[in-house]
């Protein structure tokens, strides 16, 4: 670990900061529906929308409602995803003339892009074609993050209003959304990387000769469109089975920053807008400090542990001051990788520049622990902040009572109801990550998919598990999905993920929206201070290492002490 | 019922004995099926029972090992039990004295309850029926619940309320309840039952203290839902991590994988809970007060606005002397001699303050009633009183009064006709004839919402004595308390706003409610309502029920009509207003320990993973060991000291539950500091050291 190191990562978290407090404010616009700077332009554009699909945008839901606008628009995407694959040999825009996806295959991607995980069980350059890409990928790249935020939008008028029987327009969130918050982002973003050396066309590949001589066929397309809003909407599916670890997707320091802060910045302002939302910037603050220790501390375990090196790299003779640098991209270096791997697991982003397979056992426990979490540190876009407020009514649940009134929080009375919808979408989590790895390593089939033995070999099908519910896509690697058992597993694991909790959370939304909002008085439990955020971290740790210290210790924590003792796998 | 419910210890022990016996009986599995947590013990310790007598008959493992941990598995089960039992024993107790005041009473009904003539039929008072009309004698036991049509009597209540003293009950007003099971001491009255038998006051009573009718409160169903999904996570986790061990070289036994279960899912504060709930409601009773529902208690915690009578409960009641005001020429004690002779003869609580107040502050000492005085009484009329003694005409009255009087026979003041009637002629009056000094001291006594009571000698003006109603001195701190608890206190009396804001700012209530007619409480209560607040207020009165209806923790007088003893969710036997405060306190302490014991619970799990996971795993993986930070003497120790920990705390904790966590009125931030501090930060740290001393203790005895 250096000074710069750490004042490279002080500096690119300063620059999320300095940026999302702005752009909070411009999503908080959106959230109250209000006009802003982009009105006058866009305003015409999404009255369109409502026009063509008859939507009467003053109308709004109720969470039953909303919920299903959510579902019935899901399967719209996963069937035209669906088609989209399986039909891309006979559609146009197809230069290197790729035949159909195989069903199962196709199955997992339909559902990995629509659920914002994009867990990618196929290299992008050599499965799908540029329409598959653009039409089906890209679009729900957007879709899928404005679905996110959408229900935490109706999450928060939950908190935000009293006695309230609607929570807001699905088709209207979903709209506003994608037209004033992602695509004008994206598209300034996508021309900055062009500008920063990012490819972006529809050829479909160029050979070349090496200098040793060799022919090479490299890849092309539309990749700075893509990168731009893979980052922004947390999706993380590259174009490149490498992503952005890929010259072509992330050429230099400068991008590489740039996508750091891009995946970073909505979840980092909607956890703020949300403050605002709820009228009350503290709350905002309260939540995002409890993230920022999470996450940094996580960066500071990885930046240590790497740069530590392990023994039996200095045993084959390498520089034991340069750490551990397999799977890193030496452009990049220790810092920015510790930085880039914690957001990117931390938020449902799981693009990657570090090869979390290649990572030190304790550097890979905390990618590992970020995404068993659910991915909420701050998060993906949208999905962080609903999946946080979750574990915050756990939270305060259990300690409320301890200042002598039943628990409330934001003003809203936690009860039965709210409490049965909670421990449900908590229990998703460990019945499918725990389920289904139970699962996988009593079967042979799935274990032969295992690139490594012991210990590390039940990280990677932990990792994997963990990773698609949590709707973060990242892999350890290692383990080759493209299995009829993992795409379909690890498919359902998505659904669950997004599905079996953002229901919940919708429901939980229209019982508190319902409720009246009581005012807060001195008896209050505070939700504001550095105790809360201290109850927060508490709550968190010990609830999420209750859950996993068993598969942890069986995992990392043992690779770790083997390692130290100079085994490896 | 209360004197010998206070004597009652925490662990009496024949509730101690009764409740062991209780434990067994609980075992039933359709009772336990009510508590998740310890239905699944139960069904696990079955289990290991199953692999226990394998293991004696095969030898496959040691029996010794499954036998202990089958043990210690029921043990944590009757533990719970136990908890439970204790709690519910304590209320037994109280119950079956009670039940002792109901048996074989007997009852004079009139045959027809319409035409009320002497036509009387003895019948049993468990045949009486509602709108049935008993006379009820001296020495005579009140057949049932009902309202007095006709008489009055004195009533001993002390069945119900431990108080001996008896109590007054007549036909109409507010004093018309009579409660079944009091005796009438003097007089007879008639009255007509209002409660079926099975459901009077008493019965309710009874069914309350046993726990008969306990149905769980909503903050008890929420938190059971979070015990429920925390024992199905860690059953995901248990079940899973058999197939994962097994990929990692290791084949786990079903016994270790179950002891490992019990001691993740809370079994503490799923045997403590309803403990804590029959407890809370212990305390509620062992304080004269009776809720209808355990839900009433929790709404107490969650109160945010009090609603309280001025008087009896901020002020004493009585308007009382509090200051001697002379006019020129005359000193404070002078006035203080004349009024002090002046009310020797008046038995009003205003006429004996004036003799307390002379009495302790001039130390004049009071002169015995002279055989010649006569005594002026005070009527309607006249509007003052006093004494006529030879060569001396005391009087004490209203302003206006005394000074018309020293108009026509006095001597002090000029002279002025004072023709015709009315307030224009009385104002001009006083104005003009009384000196200004004494103006003055009038007009700031009316401000400040006080009385002003004239004295005269002889017709000639002494000055002024300052009655007011006297704000009980303890009574500021205890709100100024329950500002800082984030409750609201509002002050309702009769009075006008000017009186009214007065004793307000004086008593340190943050609101008040003036010339309040119970239509205005009610509306109140529902503007705050509206704004999200729960309310308690208590009231006694007919006109009261809406109110306490309408209010979320409402307090009705034992002395109070039966109208507002239906309406209300609790009922105070000591009809003591005051006790709303504490009511409050008690309901927060009921939700704090519910809190403190379930964070205690599970911070506890962290330290039984470092003592399990180590022992589970270090066959195959010695490197494991680096978990034992506890340094644990075998595997098989690691194990059996936490589940012998799990079962043993929830013993230790049975006197905390029963008795519930200290409680301080002081606001959320500071509460939940100490709290996280004790229950949060304690509970983890506490089972390492417990775990460890058991771990000694094992191997001293070579148990594993």
């Known amino acids: 670990m250096t000074f710069v190191g750490w004042l490279q990562i002080a500096i690119v978290l300063a620059l999320v900061l300095a940026t999302a407090i702005p752009l909070s404010g411009y999503i908080a616009g959106i959230y109250a529906g209000k006009d802003n700077f982009l009105s006058p332009v866009l305003r015409p554009v999404e009255r369109g929308f409502y026009w063509l699909a008859g939507v009467d945008e003053t109308r709004e839901q109720s969470s039953f409602l909303y919920a299903i606008a959510l579902i019935a628009f899901s399967i719209a995407g996963f069937v035209s995803l669906y088609a989209l694959q399986r039909f891309q040999n006979v559609l146009p825009l197809n230069p290197q003339g790729f035949d159909a996806v195989g069903a199962d295959l196709a199955f997992n991607t339909s559902i990995s892009f629509i659920t914002n995980t994009n867990w990618q069980n196929y290299g992008g350059e050599t499965t799908m074609s540029h329409l598959t890409q653009m039409l089906g990928l890209t679009v729900h790249n957007f879709l899928s993050a404005a679905t996110g935020l959408a229900i935490a939008f109706a999450f928060v008028r939950a908190f935000a209003r009293s006695s309230a029987a609607t929570v807001g327009n699905f088709w209207v969130d979903v709209t506003r959304v994608s037209l004033y918050i992602l695509l004008p982002i994206a598209i300034v973003l996508a021309l900055v990387f062009v500008a920063l050396g990012v490819p972006q066309t529809l050829a479909g590949s160029v050979d070349v000769t090496t200098l040793e001589g060799a022919k090479q066929t490299i890849s092309m397309g539309p990749m700075a469109s893509q990168e731009a809003i893979k980052q922004l909407g947390t999706n993380g599916g590259g174009f490149f089975n490498a992503n952005s670890a890929h010259p072509f997707e992330n050429p230099n320091a400068w991008t590489n920053i740039l996508q750091i802060w891009a995946l970073l910045l909505i979840p980092v302002a909607s956890v703020i807008a949300f403050g605002r939302a709820v009228g009350d910037l503290r709350q905002g603050r309260a939540i995002l400090i409890t993230m920022a220790i999470l996450l940094i501390v996580g960066v500071g375990v990885i930046y240590w542990a790497e740069s530590a090196g392990t023994l039996g790299l200095t045993a084959l003779g390498l520089d034991p001051s340069a750490g551990n640098l397999e799977g890193k991209e030496i452009r990049f270096g220790q810092a920015m990788s510790a930085l880039f791997t914690s957001a990117t697991t931390g938020t449902g982003t799981g693009a990657v520049i570090t090869m979390h397979d290649s990572l030190t056992p304790l550097g890979g426990l905390v990618p590992l622990f970020n995404i068993l979490a659910g991915c909420i540190w701050p998060g993906g876009v949208g999905a962080g902040l609903y999946g946080f407020l979750v574990v915050a009514i756990v939270a305060v649940f259990v300690a409320g009572l301890m200042v002598g009134r039943t628990p409330e929080y934001l003003g809203k009375k936690i009860e039965s109801r709210e409490m049965k919808l909670a421990m449900f979408a908590v229990l998703i989590y460990p019945m499918v990550v725990l389920g289904f790895s139970g699962a996988s390593v009593l079967l042979k089939t799935a274990l032969d998919s295992l690139n490594n033995a012991g210990p590390h070999g039940l990280s990677e099908i932990i990792y994997a598990y963990a990773s698609t519910n949590a709707n973060n896509g990242s892999a350890f690697a290692g383990l080759n999905g493209a299995t009829p058992w993992f795409n379909t597993t690890l498919g359902l694991a998505m659904l669950f993920g997004r599905f079996a909790y953002a229901i919940p959370v919708l429901a939980l939304a229209g019982g508190l929206a319902a409720k009246k909002k009581a005012p807060a008085s001195a008896g209050t439990f505070p939700t504001t201070g550095p105790l809360f955020v201290g109850l927060l971290l508490g709550v968190i740790v010990i609830l999420y290492l209750l859950q996993y210290f068993p598969a942890l210790a069986l995992g990392p924590v043992v690779e770790h002490f083997l390692m130290l003792s100079g085994k490896a796998f | ?704």
């Not at chain 2, 403190?596 to 003592?611: E, Q």
């Open chain 2, 1 to 704: 019922m209360s004197t010998n419910a206070k004597a009652q210890g925490l662990f009496d022990p024949k509730i101690i004995r009764a409740a062991a016996l209780d434990a067994l009986r609980k075992l039933d599995p359709r009772k336990l099926a009510k508590n998740p947590v310890i239905f699944v013990t139960e069904a696990v310790s079955l289990v290991v029972t199953g692999f226990f007598i394998r293991d004696l008959i095969t030898h496959e493992s040691s029996p010794l090992f499954s036998g202990q941990i089958a043990f210690w598995l029921w043990f944590t089960v009757l533990f719970a039990n136990f908890a439970e039992a204790v709690a519910e024993g304590r209320g037994k107790a109280q119950a079956d004295a009670l039940r002792k005041t109901r048996s074989d009473t007997r009852a004079k009904r009139y045959v027809d309850s319409k035409n009320l003539s002497e036509v009387i039929q003895p019948v049993n008072a468990q045949d009486l029926r509602v709108g049935d009309v008993v006379l009820v004698e001296a020495g005579d036991i009140i057949p049932g619940d009902g309202e007095i049509i006709e008489g009055v009597a004195s009533v001993n209540e002390s069945a119900i309320t431990g108080e001996s003293a008896p109590v007054i009950r007549e036909a109409g007003g507010d004093r018309s309840a009579v409660t079944g099971g009091t005796t009438v001491l003097s007089d007879h009255i008639k009255v007509r039952i209002t409660a079926a038998q099975g459901s009077t006051f008493i019965d309710r009573m009874i069914a309350l203290v046993e726990g008969a009718e306990r149905q769980k409160t909503p903050n008890e169903l929420a938190l059971s839902i979070l015990l429920s999904g925390l024992t199905l996570i860690f059953l995901i986790v248990c079940v899973t991590l058999w197939p994962i061990a097994a990929y990692s070289g290791t084949v786990l036994s079903v016994t270790v994988l179950i002891a490992l279960l019990v001691c993740l899912i809370p079994t503490t504060i799923g045997g403590l809970l309803s403990a804590i709930g029959v407890a809370g409601m212990d305390r509620l009773i062992r304080f004269n007060v009776i809720a209808t529902s355990g839900r009433a208690v929790e709404a107490a915690g969650d109160v945010d606005t009090l609603l309280l009578d001025k008087t009896g409960t901020i002020t004493f009641g009585n308007r009382m002397a509090d200051e001697f005001i002379p006019v020129a020429g005359v000193t404070e004690r002078a006035l203080a001699e004349a009024a002090l002779i002046a009310s020797l003869a008046d038995e009003t609580p205003e006429g004996r303050s004036i003799v307390a107040l002379a009495k302790s502050r001039y130390e004049i000492a009071a002169p015995s009633l002279p055989p010649e005085a006569t005594v002026v009484e005070f009527t309607a009329q006249t509007r003052i009183s006093g004494l006529d003694m030879p060569g001396r005409v005391l009087r004490k009255g209203a302003v206006d009064a005394i000074l018309a009087q020293s108009a026509t026979t006095g001597t002090a003041a000029p002279m002025r006709n004072s023709g015709g009637a009315g307030v224009l002629v009385r104002q001009a009056t006083i104005g003009d004839l009384a000196p200004a000094d004494f103006r003055q001291a009038v007009d700031r006594i009316s401000r400040s919402g006080g009385t002003p009571l004239a004295v005269s000698d002889s017709g000639r003006l002494l000055g002024v004595i300052h009655l007011k109603d006297i704000v009980k001195p303890d009574i500021r701190p205890r709100f100024a308390e329950l500002r800082a608890m984030g409750i609201k206190t509002v002050m309702v009396t009769g009075d006008n706003p000017i009186t009214a804001a007065a004793i307000a700012s004086e008593a340190g209530v943050d609101d008040f409610l003036a010339q309040a007619t119970p239509e205005d409480k009610l509306a109140y209560i529902r503007r705050e309502q509206q704004g999200g607040r729960l309310i308690a207020m208590c009231g006694d009165g007919t006109n009261d029920a809406p109110a306490l209806a309408q209010a979320d923790v409402g307090v009705a007088m034992q002395t109070g009509t039966q109208a507002a003893r239906e309406a209300g969710n609790m009922v105070d036997l000591d009809s003591d207003p005051t006790k709303l405060i504490e009511i409050v306190g008690i309901g927060k302490q009921l939700l704090m320990t519910r809190g403190s014991l379930t964070t205690f619970s599970i911070a506890n799990d962290v330290a039984k993973y470092f003592a399990i996971i180590p022992a589970l795993f270090v066959t195959t993986y010695p490197e494991l060991g680096a978990l034992n930070i506890m340094g644990l003497s075998s595997d098989k120790s690691a194990i059996l000291s936490a589940v012998i920990f799990n079962a043993l705390i929830i013993i230790a904790l049975i006197p905390l539950a029963l008795k519930g966590v200290a409680y301080r009125p002081v606001g959320a931030a500071s509460l939940l500091r100490r709290n996280l501090l004790i229950y949060g930060l304690g509970g983890v740290i506490v089972p390492f050291i417990g775990i460890k001393i058991i771990d000694v203790l094992i191997s001293a005895l070579h148990l594993a």
